[in-house]
């Protein structure tokens, strides 16, 4: 089997390694994966028992293929591609419209976040 040629390290840039890190940049990339998780993950239901199973995965895909296009991006005559789909009514409050397409709508990552809170700029 062929041997893995050396590569700098991504975080450092200065060490050549066979891996992704080197020795002395890997604890510390590995600290800082295990600081990103939130503590209010730990008790957050995984995506099937939100409600995101396979009949939901296929649904998604079904309506992006339908509907490319970021909605609110078209609205203000940008071409971007829609990634997520978002539900205009939360699939909390009426669970019934989880796989309605008519209470769905394609967005970037971008608008996504700004409908949705997380980021304070709008485009």
Known sequence: MPITPNRPCLKCKSTLTR??????CKPIMEARKKAKWRESDKFRPNSYQRGYDSVWVRARKMFLRRNPLCARCAESSRIKVATLVHHKKPVDDYPELRLDPQNMMGLCRDCHEIIEGRKRWEL
């Open 19 to 24: 891996e992704t890190y080197c020795s002395v």
